[in-house]
């Protein structure tokens, strides 16, 4: 099949492939606590909530589940977090033809450039930081676990690996009904979650050059500057604004002593940047609050790793190509190099597109059912940018909404340039090109 020979298109058919599996899988009555057979629509876009590394649900993920069902949602989100995106790579390289120039020039953006011949180092370091970084932190967890909350042995270990894999992979999903509401005093709980967070949301290429280069800045590439650079502003940006908006809110930050108020308005600024879990009532949230997990969750995280959102080097070239025409500059760059036009048009694309997705799904959303229009901008955003936080209206879509939801997370975690690609590849390019002739612009 061709499209078994072309990785991009490739990527979408493991994703969708992953899916159905998984909701054959939560579809058995063994996947359930009470040994009836789920709805399929239930396990349908709980599937599509793990693969896509999400979080959002619509049942409850520690009483609706059983065992079974719990470690089939843990191994979705850990294939939707790396698995697929390097089966892609290996079976472009089995097909012996790698990624070529037309399919790296439409996934750079959202995946960055990696080299065919970088795909086994790639792959090595994927795998060692995958197995220590979630190690450490179920270890860590596991045993804060044991030791300050009562919990049994065996019980401490599959909590503590259930949320290490979920923080490193960014997917949201907790085997705790208030995901990690009852550890609001605990850093020890919630520090090791922002670190797997953070980690993971900077992306593979990012992680690389941080290994051949270490905190070497002048020998960083470009793309490393622009996404550790846009997440350390991002992280405190997030930090203060939430800090400030609900310092006196009652429902949040207000009754809790300062430590603790720091401690959640930074766990609550890395969480938007893609991974979802939540230690303070989402739902309570004040709207200024809102609108600045709106502007974090559409950003997302890095390229090429297993963060959501636009990517924020996406962000920082569109940027630089505003500041570049308002200061009437002929190129945009930033860190004394510039971009490319090629690059600043496909900026544009993913941007254009991911904005007229959220923006026709809320519409729909609004015709549809009588939820307010705040909490449904939110959660279109949080599943388009593979977030996953939510004010609580998840489980109160219509089928009909439930099912725009699952799309939205589907598009938003393999790409909106590598949908549009996959499904326009058939088509040849133009042999000619029309006289140029400028609209007025503004």
Do not use: C
């Amino acid at each position: 099949m061709k499209s078994l020979r072309d990785p991009i298109r490739l990527i979408p058919v493991l994703f969708l492939g992953a899916i159905a599996i998984g909701t054959v899988l939560l579809w058995l009555p063994l996947a359930t606590a009470d040994g009836s057979q789920a709805p399929l629509l239930t396990a349908l876009f709980t599937s599509a909530s793990a693969v896509a590394v999400t979080g959002l649900i619509v049942v409850d993920t520690a009483t609706y589940w059983s065992g079974f069902g719990q470690v089939v949602i843990l191994l979705l989100f850990q294939i939707g977090g790396f698995g697929i995106m390097t089966a892609a790579t290996l079976f472009g390289l089995m097909a012996g033809r790698g990624f070529g120039l037309r399919d790296r020039m439409a996934t750079q953006v959202e995946r960055s450039r990696l080299d065919v011949g970088d795909a086994g180092s790639v792959l090595r370091l994927v795998f060692a930081i995958t197995i220590v970084v979630e190690a450490v932190v179920a270890t860590v967890l596991a045993m804060r676990l044991v030791f300050f909350y009562d919990h049994s042995p065996g019980e401490a270990a599959w909590h503590g690996l259930f949320h290490a894999v979920s923080a490193f992979n960014n997917a949201g999903f907790s085997s705790y009904s208030d995901s990690v509401m009852g550890f609001q005093s605990d850093p020890v709980m919630l520090l090791p979650i922002m670190a797997a967070v953070i980690l993971t949301a900077l992306g593979f290429p990012v992680m690389q050059d941080l290994r051949a280069n270490g905190l070497s800045w002048r020998k960083w590439t470009l793309h490393t500057k622009i996404t550790v650079g846009g997440t350390l502003a991002l992280l405190v940006g997030g930090f203060v604004a939430i800090l400030a908006m609900e310092w006196d809110n009652a429902a949040t930050l207000g009754p809790m002593a300062m430590g603790d108020k720091v401690l959640n308005a930074a766990f609550h600024s890395v969480m938007p940047r893609t991974a979802g879990f939540n230690s303070l009532d989402v739902g309570a949230f004040r709207d200024e609050t809102l609108m600045t997990n709106y502007f974090l969750m559409f950003i997302g995280g890095g390229s090429a790793g297993t963060a959501g959102g636009i990517k924020i080097t996406t962000f920082a070239v569109l940027v630089a190509v505003v500041l570049s025409e308002v200061l009437r500059r002929r190129d945009a760059g930033l860190f004394h190099r510039r971009f490319g036009h090629a690059i600043e048009r496909q900026a544009l694309t993913v941007i254009v597109l991911a904005g007229s997705l959220i923006f026709a799904a809320t519409t729909y959303l609004s015709i549809i059912t009588p939820l307010p229009f705040e909490a449904l901008l939110f959660e279109t955003i949080s599943a388009f940018s593979t977030v996953g936080l939510s004010t609580g209206i998840t489980a109160d879509l219509p089928p009909a909404g439930q099912l725009v939801i699952i799309a939205l997370m589907f598009v938003g975690r393999v790409g909106t340039i590598t949908v549009a690609t996959a499904l326009a590849l058939g088509g040849e390019p133009r042999p000619y090109r029309y006289p140029e002739e400028n609209p007025i612009v503004g």
